[in-house]
């Protein structure tokens, strides 16, 4: 899954916690680059009850990791059907499998 500002993907982990954050935004979990954790303005989605932004969103529910409120995600706020690629990603496969496959 890339970073969903700037679509960025992530590499091979190395060891120890990821530099990468978890984030809701209109009721979809979304990972953000080390790069875009520096913005101030991420436009993510926060708990109604406490107003934090640590959120992660799972079969069908949004919970607030700092007070640990749990809602229904809003199906109406779901903008791409279940299993849509991102954006960009067939022409990195295909890139991808060019670079393999050793095509020009």
């Not at 992530?10 to 979304?30: L, Y």
């Not at 690629?85 to 050793?102: D, H, T």
């Amino acid at each position: 899954m890339p970073c969903y500002r700037c679509g960025a993907r992530q590499t091979d982990p190395v060891r120890g916690a990821s530099p990468w954050q978890r984030g809701v935004r209109h009721e979809t979990q979304v990972l953000i680059c080390p790069d875009c954790q520096r913005l101030h303005d991420l436009d993510l989605d926060s708990c109604s009850t406490c107003g934090s932004s640590a959120l992660i969103c799972r079969l069908g529910e949004v919970e607030c990791r700092s007070c640990g409120a749990v809602r229904q995600a809003r199906s109406d706020a779901l903008t791409a059907p279940a299993g849509t690629p991102p954006p960009g990603l067939s022409a990195e496969v295909e890139a991808a499998l060019n670079r393999v496959l050793g095509r020009a």
